[in-house]
Structures are given as C-alpha cells and as structure tokens.
C-alpha cells in the first residue's frame, strides 16, 4: 500500500494543470508530431486535447496515450499572438460580397465595425493588413450605393425601379414558359390561372389564345364523341333486340291448371342457357359501355361551358350557343317522373334500358318468382277464408 501511494503522488506530481487554466499547449509525440490544443482532461494512462480546427468552426478530442507523450508545454507570448492574429484574419475570410444581390446599409455598416476595421485597429501591422484594408474599401463602396437607393440585381447594380421592372419581367417569363408547358399538356385551365393576373398585352394576348385553344380541344372531342356514343347505342339497341328474341323462343311458365293429357313442362336446354347468359352479357356491356360515353360527353359538354362562361367574361369569345345532350343518359329522377306521369304505363319512358333489364329478371328467375307468388296467393287465400 505505501509504495501504491508513492507511485500514485509521482504520478500526480508529474501532471501539469494545464485543464484548469485552459491555456493552449503544445503536445510532442514519440513519432515527431505535435498537437496543439487544450487539455480537457488528464488521466493516469492518457490525456484529452481539444484541438481547433478550421479557424475555430471545428473541434476535435483527442485522446493520446502518455505513452506517445514526449513534452507537454505551453505556447510563448508570440505564438499565442501570432495565433489570435490568425484566428481574427481567419474571421474575416468568412465574410465576402455576394458578386449577384447587395445587402441592407445595416449589414454593411455592421461588418465594416465589427470585423475589417476591428482587425486593422488590433494588428495594424499584421501582412494581412492591406489586404482587409483593400477589402474594407469594397465594402464601403458598396454600401454608399446602397445608401444612394441602389440594388445590386444579377450583377448589376440598378434602381429600385428598374430592378423592379426586370424581376417583373423575368417573372412573366417564367410564368409563360410554364403556362405553355401546361398548354402542351392539355391542362389549359392551369395555364390560365398561371398567367392570368399578370399584367401586359403579352399575358392577355396568351389567355385568349388559350381559351380559344381550349374550346377547340372540347369541341372537338365533343364531335369525336357523338358518333362513337351513338354508336354504341345501337350496340346497345342489338343486344337488347337479341335478349328479347330469344326470351321469346325459351319456354313459358306451365299454366297451373294442366290437363292430365298435356306434355310435361321442360325447361331451357344448358346451350339455351348459355346463350341466354351471353346474350344478357353483351347487354350489360353495352350498357355500361352507353354509360361510360354518355359521362364523358356530359364533362366534356360540362368543361365547354365553364370555358366559353370564362371566356365570355374575359371578353375573349362571343355568346354561343351551348348545345345540349338531348339524349343524355336517363336518372333516378327521370325514372320517377314517368312513374308519376304514367309514361311507364303507355310505353313512353324514357328508360327503355332500366325496363328491359327489369324483364330480363323476371325472365332469368321466372321459377323462384312463380313460387313466391304461389306461396303469396294461398297465403292470402287462406287469410280471406277465415
């Protein structure tokens, strides 16, 4: 125990307190290299150095085995000078003037004070001096203009006016390379709202241009779509003749009333049945194909009349007509209309369609349907006896 201690009060002996004064030191190593730095911390078998890096923006923690440790020692007065000196050049490296855009006055003032003039004044005989001498000339320069109601825009220094006036125009520029690239696209309603606030011939010009443009697109699918839509209505009219012609040749219900020397009843063969499931197949594809056009004509034919609306008031196109759908695809409220009416009634509905495929039902599950029926007349039958 009492060499232990010996050993320990050598050991603590031979350690400087360099981490309570954190005063700079060099360290030199066994292979030759030296470290200048803080001590943070000493320990029996290393030492911690804090070291700057990069004017001071980066600090790095070494820990070096004391075996590797040849000396540690402080720096002299001169070193330690010549090192603040670096450090406050170092410090006015980072500020530079931007060769594009200038500054507010209160930026300029605040570097000139507080960075180029507090070096000169500290170390007027410093090399660096004339060249942060020659930089703090620049910054002054800059900031009378600025002073003087200038902008530096681009590179060029302007007035408040004119550089206005050419960040309008770029920015119209702008604007219009991306209207036309959504004019390319046929997002003609982007390109509008893109350019239509800005001010100009040009811009008004580009708008009209494109509302024309816009309503020659919808009219023209408009047209693209009458002869396809009606089309497939007559698809549509040949499936439904197809499924009625052959609900005509399939079997009736037996009448419930059969004489003991008639044929039993026999039903559809399986090739009628597929026939009757392919012909009631083409009939809901030509129906949902109908439906499908019909919503696309309806927003197209929807579309052209917000754009000629627009355009109208824009003062771009004159009043138009707009033409309408006379055989637009039937709705809920058309089909109660012609219930109330008694349209259905007389055979003038407007939803052949909706009826057909009702039928189509009552012809695919004529048997359960028989059946409830039966079971709902002796139900009530037997509800009157009583």
């Known amino acids: 125990m009492k060499t232990l201690r010996v050993i320990c009060a050598v050991v603590c002996c031979a350690v400087p307190a360099w981490a309570a004064t954190n005063e700079l030191v060099r360290v030199k190593l066994t292979d030759g290299a030296q470290i200048e730095g803080i001590i943070l911390e000493e320990r029996p078998q290393e030492i911690v150095v804090q070291v700057s890096m990069a004017g001071g923006t980066i600090l790095k923690t070494d820990v070096i085995p004391r075996t590797n440790v040849v000396d540690v020692a402080p720096l002299s007065a001169e070193e330690l000078a010549s090192r603040a000196e670096a450090a406050a050049y170092d410090q006015t490296l980072r500020y530079t003037l931007n060769p594009t855009a200038s500054y507010p006055s209160e930026y300029y003032a605040e570097v000139i004070a507080n960075v180029f003039r507090a070096f000169i004044s500290k170390y007027p005989h410093s090399p660096h001096a004339g060249e942060v001498a020659e930089r703090l000339g620049a910054w002054q320069a800059e900031q009378q203009r600025v002073d ?3 902008v530096k825009y681009k590179g060029q220094w302007l007035t408040a006016e004119e550089a206005g006036a050419r960040m309008e125009r770029e920015e119209g520029q702008r604007r ?6 959504y004019v ?10 893109v350019m239509r606030l800005l001010p100009g011939a040009e811009s008004r010009q580009f708008v009209a241009d494109t509302y024309r443009r816009w309503i020659a697109d919808l009219e023209t699918q408009q047209q693209r779509l ?9 698809r549509l009219t040949q499936a439904q003749t197809a499924v009625d012609q052959f609900a005509s040749k399939t079997n009736r219900i037996p009448s419930l009333a059969t004489s003991s020397d008639s044929k039993p009843w026999v039903g559809p063969s ?4 597929l026939a009757r499931n392919k012909a009631n197949s083409d009939l809901q594809n030509a129906t949902a194909s109908v439906n499908q056009l019909q919503a696309r004509f309806a927003a197209v034919e929807r579309d052209l009349t917000q754009a000629r609306s627009d355009a109208r008031r824009y003062g771009i196109a004159p009043a138009e007509p707009v033409p309408t759908a006379s055989n637009a695809a039937p709705t809920g409220k058309d089909l109660v209309q012609d219930v109330q009416a008694g349209r259905i009634d007389r055979g003038e509905s407007k939803n052949p369609e909706l009826l057909g495929q009702i039928a189509d039902f009552f012809r695919a599950y004529w048997m359960p349907t028989a059946l409830i029926a039966l079971v709902a007349i002796w139900y009530f039958s037997r509800r009157m006896s009583r």
């Not at 219009?176 to 690239?181: H, I």
């Not at 009458?226 to 007559?234: A, G, I, S, V, Y």
Request: hydrophobic share 25%; charged share 30%; glycine share 6%.
């Open 226 to 234: 009458t002869p396809e839509l009606e089309k497939n209505r007559q």
């Open 148 to 150: 003087a109601g200038q």
């Open 184 to 193: 390319a696209r046929g997002q003609y309603k982007q390109a509008i709202t």
């Open 176 to 181: 219009l390379a991306e209207a036309k690239t």
């Open 270 to 273: 399986q090739e009628e049945t």
